[in-house]
């Protein structure tokens, strides 16, 4: 899949997309629908109705771990050993003059970010009108080299956006070093864009690799870009909307309260400051919206974690079934075909120093669903022996945003797999005949 719509129009193919005709107020009453739909179907949702704007609003496009697998063209149950396969593969861009993404400019005066994109208000306390599905991307300001990363901006009005954009994350970093040299950062901020740069703006790509040309390699054909209108940066020429800009130099403004993805609120922070040079986009262009903490957002997040996760227990332990994120992504579970004892100690060990949020782990057998929450603790209750096979590690940092840091510190592991001398003591019943039964040929009409 090269594009956003590709996208959808394959989730409405497989009867994964619902639409909302009815209109829907962008102020609370979208997420409130958005949420209902998670803890549902969990269906992609296109709202075509939003007050205030002749924009559909796309959302939850990757509410199943399977979507973001067969958006890369890639099986699910392979997907992690295939994205460790294809990590260094790399694909120069493909550059156009005429792009869909360009049909509609508007520049100068004629902008207004409060009137010319959705207005979408999430939490009870949000500051106000958020973008929390842009893709940022940005050439180095020596070395050209571009990144893409997601981060979520604030509404102002006018031509003005508010971003938290810190470093260690690379785009902070490069704005540093603009800033430093007494410069502004050019970024665009890509809204539907293609699944390929959606992945690789989520993933833990090396600061010194070009993230466009990792865009490409995910989707197995050159990203086609376009030259921006009014900076120096070149946009997937596919994408739906871009917001072409610049982060301005040695200026900070509170922005926040915002309702993110631990399902708390991030304070009011002094972040840096977007001022807008120009809004293109399609003539029909779709609008994407993500819920912080949402299935949508825990899977774009949870999958380069569970890879880089399964590339540092893959040395030590070299069958594994799976690895999920269930609940959260703080977290993880590791299912294992285990051959001897020590495996599963060095799979803790591993996973918890693999991924500096991960602050939870739990081994499984393979006869258990690491995606599956209550066979987990099924797993926990029945098979682990607490007293030898839980190891608490003190002290280690785990999530590291400044005001919550010191409630992240230490780190725990579960071994819940069965002595290999006790496996057939452990043997999980099976119903012959259960998996082919249908209720609805049992059950009288009516009850
Ligand atoms: C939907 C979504 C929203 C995100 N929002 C933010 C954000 O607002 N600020 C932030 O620092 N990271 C955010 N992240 C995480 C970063 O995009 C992610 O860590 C990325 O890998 C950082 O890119 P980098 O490795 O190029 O620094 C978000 C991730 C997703 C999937």
Redesign the pocket.
């Known amino acids: 899949m090269q594009t956003f719509r590709q996208l959808i129009e394959r989730l409405e193919a497989k009867g994964d997309l619902a639409r909302v005709s009815r209109q829907v107020d962008p102020k609370h009453e979208l997420t409130a629908v958005m949420r209902h739909m998670q803890r549902g179907d969990n269906k992609a949702l296109l709202f075509k109705n939003v007050k205030g704007t002749d924009i559909p609003v796309a959302t939850n496009v990757f509410g199943f771990r399977s979507t973001v697998a067969e958006s890369l063209g890639l099986e699910e149950g392979n997907l992690l050993r295939t994205l460790v396969a294809l990590e260094n593969r790399r694909l120069p861009v493909d550059r156009v003059t005429d792009a869909p993404v360009q049909e509609v400019v508007l520049t100068g005066d004629k902008i207004d970010v409060a009137r010319d994109l959705p207005q979408i208000v999430y939490a009870e306390h949000d500051a106000g009108a958020y973008i929390?599905?842009g893709v940022l991307i940005a050439p180095h300001p020596e070395t050209g080299v571009y990144?893409?990363?997601?981060?979520?901006c604030q509404l102002v009005g006018d031509d003005k956006l508010r971003v938290?954009?810190?470093p260690p994350?690379?785009?902070g970093r490069y704005h540093a070093e603009a800033e430093a040299k007494g410069r502004n950062l050019p970024c665009a901020i890509v809204i539907g864009a293609p699944p390929g740069l959606m992945f690789s703006?989520?993933?833990?790509?090396p600061y010194e690799v070009d993230?466009l040309e990792v865009a490409g390699a995910w989707q197995g054909k050159p990203l086609r870009v376009v030259r921006c209108k009014t900076i120096p940066v070149d946009v997937p020429a596919d994408a739906e909307i871009v917001i072409e800009g610049e982060v301005i130099r040695d200026i900070r403004e509170e922005e926040g309260p915002f309702g993110e993805f631990t399902d708390g609120y991030v304070p009011v922070m002094k972040n840096h400051v977007f001022r807008v040079t120009a809004i293109t986009r399609r003539k029909d262009a779709i609008y994407h919206a993500?819920l912080?903490g949402g299935t949508e957002?825990l899977n774009?997040?949870g999958v380069?974690i569970q890879t880089e996760i399964y590339k540092k227990v893959s040395a030590f332990v070299p069958r594994i079934k799976d690895i999920a994120t269930p609940g959260y992504v703080f977290g993880c579970v590791i299912s294992i075909e285990k051959q001897n004892e020590d495996q599963p100690k060095n799979a803790l060990l591993a996973a918890l120093g693999g991924y500096s949020w991960t602050k939870v782990v739990v081994i499984v057998d393979e006869d258990v669903d690491p995606f599956n929450a209550a066979d987990v603790l099924w797993a926990i209750q029945t098979r682990c022996t607490p007293d030898t096979g839980v190891y608490a590690i003190p002290r280690v940092p785990s999530y590291t945003r400044e005001d919550v840091r010191d409630v992240h510190r230490g780190k725990i592991g579960i071994d819940a797999t069965v002595p290999i001398p006790l496996k057939g003591l452990f043997e999980r019943r099976r119903f012959p005949g259960e998996g082919s039964i249908r209720l609805e040929d049992y059950i009288d009409v009516g009850h």
Not at 147 to 152: C, D, F, G, H, P
Not at 201 to 205: G, N, T
Request: proline share 4%.
């Open positions: 929390t599905a990144n893409a990363s997601w981060n979520r938290r954009m810190m994350q690379h785009l703006a989520a993933s833990k790509v993230e993500i912080a957002d774009l997040v380069p």
